[in-house]
């Protein structure tokens, strides 16, 4: 049982990138699917969230307009979109899953875990 990232890399402020979080060993059904991030010397954010049953979808503050989440059931496979990004993006980014019909905030309650992929947005 395992989720399998992949995307990222460096990029200019202002463009974009699309990360992939593709589960193994389990279907992805009943689960909902975060993705969090961490900045150096920083805490680990949670930045959006969708649940299987209605795909309704949670972004922060911080990225609001600029990224979307979807996930291809068929695929067993949930991607973040990231537009516009900047500077402030730059971090390690991990999807995480569980089996509940809402969205935790505190990342313990997450049994799953991707291998993180690291973003840069640098000119």
Sequence with gaps: VQLVQS???LVQPGGSLR???AASGFTLD???IAWFRQAPEKGRERISCIINSDRSASFADSVKGR???SRDNAKNTVYLQMNSLE???TAVYYCATVSRWYCP?????????GQGTQVT???
């Excluded at 905030?105 to 875990?113: I, K, Q, S, V």
Aim: charge should be negative; hydrophobic fraction near 25%; proline fraction near 0%.
């Design 7 to 9: 995307g990222g890399g």
């Design 19 to 21: 990360l992939s979080c």
């Design 121 to 123: 947005v640098s000119s």
């Design 87 to 89: 500077s402030e993006d």
């Design 67 to 69: 990224f979307t989440i």
């Design 30 to 32: 009943g689960y909902v």
């Design 105 to 113: 905030t505190n990342d313990a309650e997450y049994d799953y875990w």
